[in-house]
């Protein structure tokens, strides 16, 4: 059973603040929700592996290639005009954003 | 020229032999969308610079008498999470809602080096994340067929615009059901190719594990068409596999005689409307005429589908749009602190849906409920993937129903969300297991709503997949006429 400490906690967590009114319907959905993931408990699974992705399994790739490493070789990216055109806020050189450290 | 009864197959040949052009075709669409989707909504911003651009280069392909690319002229709508190098990018999202995109998606990029044409960007379910297209972050879309009833989603503008004529062919992701389930809705077809055949560089991620990208079309053939141009290892997406690309045309008006159609029981239970069912049996019965084996099978944990897919597409959810947070990209909402900032940004930006989502996602991955919830579900998808190790053990292909009803209305699942999620119960298991799916249009409700015929094959088997949703395809023609 999902609590207001919990949506407040989780909320927390995941950077939302969420009006009241947002709190109480995240409240209700959740355990809603939450109420019907519960029939997984019907299975046992106590010999069963977790499975996180597809690749590794179907042997479409080796693990090594389903963690894989691109060769260490220097090649073109997104030019920094580019990369800081969408920005918000910038003083052409670097993101900025509202002050981290109090002095 | 009558633009609706041009086909990804045809205008390639109708540009080569001069009886139109590129241009002209382009003009001819964006006439039609400029008079028509007001009513629909399908399309969310349009880049015409950019598709009379493609259309000039391949009118003079045809000048010079230059062997034209197999797209070459294709009019195509691309679902608004796929990137586009200067044209608005918005995952229909107001957190993204000013973004222009630095690069282009690899599908995009092969698509219009195939020569096909980027007439716009399609209206979605914010962040892919819905069932109706109504959590749109701009504006719902209208089923073309009855325009008080949902397109389907996510990717339910794309399904609309090739349903309207807006568009011969569009881009959907599918991360539970979103390209099958609004085909299905809007009567067209609609393929989730197997899980790394297409790059997903350039795709908006939502949950990275399940996410696909994959084609709409009016027919099999020319979703095989686009499959051709989009499909094969990117070394931008090291989750595209290195499997080569067979020749999706060479089989595809083949024989299915002998083939094996599994059937499975738990698809046809409690909750399928009736007028499906008898849709998708008929449409069974055709493959059977057509020398196909039908075979009872039994897929046995399909009830624990639904609860598995949204406990694992949450969490991957709540991890991968943690990245919205006002500083790079999109919209940002002043705040005193960063903390305050990064709140009030996603606070604002986002919708919904998409808080309930990275809410559920994050309370499942957070200490002392990560065995409960997260483990749990993923080994309850090793689960599901060895019902379908099993099944593809005795049989090529299955055939279920798409959705348990046709299109619903506007705002009728809008305040449940759990009604919405069940929507998508007998798409999300292929998502979950990797495996390629089709919907096809099988039959109409008595109201007029088409009713969409599910096909899934075997990892990497699209060739059969594509063989046996062609042969159904014109089986059923005359039923559908």
């Known amino acids: 059973m999902v609590t207001e400490k919990d949506v407040s906690d989780v909320a927390d967590l995941a950077n939302l603040e969420l009006t009241d009114e947002e709190r109480a319907r995240m409240l209700k959905d959740l355990n809603s929700i939450l109420g019907y993931i519960d029939r997984l408990n019907e299975l046992d699974t106590s010999n069963v592996e977790p499975m996180a992705q597809v690749a590794s399994r179907y042997g479409t790739s080796t693990e090594v290639e389903a963690n894989a490493m691109r060769l260490d070789e220097p090649r073109a990216s997104l030019p920094h005009d580019a990369a800081l055109r969408n920005a918000p806020n910038s003083d052409g050189t ?4 509202p002050k981290v450290i109090e002095r | 020229m009558d633009i609706n009864l041009l086909t990804v197959d045809s205008i390639r040949t109708a540009v080569l032999e001069r009886r139109t052009t590129a241009s002209a075709t382009v003009d001819a669409f964006y006439q039609k969308i400029e008079a028509e989707d007001a009513a629909i909504g399908a399309y969310l911003t349009l880049c015409k610079e950019r598709a009379y651009q493609q259309a000039r280069w391949v009118d003079a392909m045809v000048g010079r008498g230059d062997t034209l690319p197999p797209l070459a002229g294709v009019p195509i709508a691309v679902k608004d999470v796929l990137t586009t190098k200067g044209v608005r990018t918005t995952a229909g999202s107001k957190i993204l809602a000013n973004f222009i995109a630095p690069y282009d998606a690899t599908v995009v990029t092969r698509l219009e080096a195939a020569g096909a044409i980027l007439l ?31 397109p389907g989603g996510s990717s339910g503008g794309s399904a609309a615009a090739v349903a309207a004529g807006m568009a011969l062919a569009s881009l959907g992701s599918d991360t539970g059901g979103s390209i099958r389930q609004p085909a299905a809705f809007c009567g067209v077809v609609g393929l989730m190719p197997t899980y790394g055949r297409v790059s997903r560089y350039g795709l908006i991620a939502f949950a990275s594990s399940l996410d696909h990208v994959g084609p709409f079309g009016k027919t099999v053939k020319d979703v095989a068409l686009m499959l051709q141009s989009m499909a094969g290892r990117d070394p931008l997406d090291s989750t595209s596999a290195d499997v080569a690309v067979p020749d999706y045309l060479a089989q595809l008006e083949g024989p299915v005689k002998g083939l094996r159609v599994g059937v499975p029981q738990e698809y046809f239970g409690e909750g399928l409307d009736p007028e499906v069912r008898a849709a998708v049996e008929a449409g069974i019965q055709e493959l059977a005429k057509a020398g196909c084996e039908v075979v009872p ?5 399909t009830g624990y589908a639904i609860p598995t897919y949204y406990v694992v597409a949450t969490a991957e959810a709540s991890a991968n749009l943690a990245r919205y947070d006002g500083v790079r990209y999109g919209m940002r909402a002043e705040g005193k602190t960063l903390s305050e900032m990064y709140c009030r940004t996603r606070d604002a930006g986002f919708g919904t849906e998409v808080k309930r989502r990275i809410m559920l996602g994050t309370y499942a991955l957070s200490a002392g409920y990560y065995d409960a919830y997260y483990l749990k579900a993923q080994r309850v998808r090793s689960l599901l993937a060895r019902d379908f190790d099993q099944a593809f053990a005795a049989v090529d292909v299955i055939v279920t129903p ?11 699942k809008a ?9 998508d119960i007998f798409t999300v298991t292929a998502d979950l297991v990797g495996i390629p799916g089709i919907s096809i249009p099988c039959g109409k409700s008595q109201e007029g709503l088409p009713i969409g015929m599910q096909i899934l094959g075997k990892h990497f088997d699209e060739p059969t997949l594509l063989r046996v949703a062609h042969a159904a395809e014109h089986a059923l023609a005359a039923k559908l006429a």
């Open chain 2, 415 to 423: 305040d449940d969300p759990l009604a919405m999620y069940l929507a």
């Open chain 1, 94 to 97: 670097f993101f900025k954003v």
């Open chain 2, 120 to 150: 716009g960007k399609t209206n979605c379910d914010e962040f892919a994340m819905g069932s109706s297209n109504e959590n749109s972050g701009f504006h719902p879309v209208h089923n073309p067929h009855d325009h008080s009833r949902v």
């Open chain 2, 402 to 412: 798409t959705t348990p009803t046709p299109a619903f209305k506007l705002g009728e």
């Open chain 2, 297 to 301: 099978i039994s897929l046995p944990h």
